[in-house]
């Protein structure tokens, strides 16, 4: 196979993560021989440069995908819906950043440091998971994998760009109206297609996605679910309460988790972490060293610290987990696939 | 007892909360006859009205607070260990919403809502809770006198006006400095004297207080401790992780929580707390009803929304409770301190 000749599509080219992806791409120097660049019809005719060169974005149809090898979509779940079996039909396989496949039986749903394996029993499609999923399972698996896991608790601490540039752009302005005494009215949070609309700067909203019948909402029961298809544990113990915070970029997260093991010390777990990959240990409480959103922006690694015992149970802990939602979150771990099915020897030529 | 000649002492006049103290003692219409207005010597001189009438703060010593009945104390920790005594030798009821004397084991460290009780066996002194304890205890005392309470694991979401009226302007600063591109020094936050300080603008930093040698921070093993006094339950498994936010006031908490009972449903603990005493129930998933500091703020009230039983744990439900940090978490909760001393003629005339 000569890699350099991948004819890669990105769809959703002008979106947040779709301009996160093609920087990853560009920094990764991923083997491009061909790029073609689609989105919707209302952003098609955008131009977009990359490594020195302007592409002008298409309109994605059926026809788009004639000839590529690797299709990665950003473009909502619908757009994928539609148009991911297509580009299948048409020979590429399908990296979904969408939630439209994600708990299909058919595809798998991966993490490359936590289950790469599993991309060798796709059939065209393989799913990203949702960007609070993907930073937890990267902190989670090594510790699975040494002493078990038996539950899982986190509470979010979400940045708005995880609902696209209309959301980053409804903070902004909020933010410059309330700092500078004006009115201003909420139109995108909590979620775009919902009834009710709250203010984001200066506040914090516990809904992320639309509410399931059980008082979860979607973006919940993603996560939930999600890792425990992941983790290849469909009965762990996981429960999530996910929230909108008023931060443009990084995701936080509180979780607390039961171990099988109930002899394992604080010191144990930073070691293993320290070495596990995609992880970078920021944990020295005394010199006032933990992960930050502020600081997680524009890196590709999932951060963990405030790593502490439970004072009751002596198989629980609790740890703080900061990772860049656009990137570790999605564009990154896109990327990451696409270049395990390079590994893998995974791309028809 | 002419409840109307008490002569009422606030120490901290000019600060965040001893501004809001004086706010809900007017509103309260408490039964005032004599004000006397306390700082230290920085602000002394403050002009501050009080119902009509301007007032001259004046810098507290020990004979401040000759004839005073009730003083209450939201100046510091030092101010607290200095001046309560001699404010109690001179024959005043103190309650300190400083963490000068909430662990003594002499000093009863009272939520009115869960254990007015507890104020009887005053020495001179009684403390008022951390603010974050403050809300999360008003929720879970009807849950723990109805169906026992064994577990409780929290993540808070707490606003920077807990740590006083620097840390406001600071958010305000920073916030107006990355909105117009501008560069800027973090000089208070996370904590005013710890040794490294940190963005809190669209960020959303892990600590509170400084850190104790287990890891724990000083705020997280106050809502440790406290709730255990407050509750009476020294062996209630309780573990929490305090979270500063870019949010100017309003403390938002995810509760975990664990029943001995566990057969109850979530429309059983939203009816309890529905008629509970200090609590509002907003949960109305379908109509996006859930609390949120920004519509918590002015506001005596603690919120609690978002219950979910948990989906593996049938003991275990999920909830997020917020309030006005200044207020239940701080002014109201001492005046209504205060009240109950009136109430159960507490009050030496």
Redesign the interface.
Known sequence: METSSLHIAVVGATGAVGQQMLHTLEKRNFPIGTLTLLSSARSAGTKVEFKGTEYIVQEATPESFNGVDIALFSAGGSVSKQLAPEAVKRGAVVVDNTSAYRMDPEVPLVVPEVNEDDIKRHKGIIANPNCSTIQMVVALEPIRKKYGLS?V?V?T?QAVSGAGAVAINEL?EQ??AI?SGESFEPKVL?VKG???H??IA??????IDK?EE???TFEEMKM?NETKKIMHMPSL???A?C?R????T?H?E?V?IEIEDDAVS?KEIQNLLKDAPGVVLEDI????V?????NAVGKPDVFV????K????NN?F?M?VVSDNLLKGAAWNSVQIAESLIKLGLVKK
């Open positions: 539950k608790l509470s601490y902004e933010t410059k700092v909590p919902d009834k009710k709250y203010q200066f506040n914090a909203v516990p809904q509410f059980n008082g979860f939930i113990k996981v429960t309460t929230v915070l008023p931060v443009v990084g936080s509180s607390y604080v409480p005394e010199e006032q933990y992960p930050m959103p502020a610290g405030r790593i502490r439970d004072l009751d149970d629980g609790h703080w």
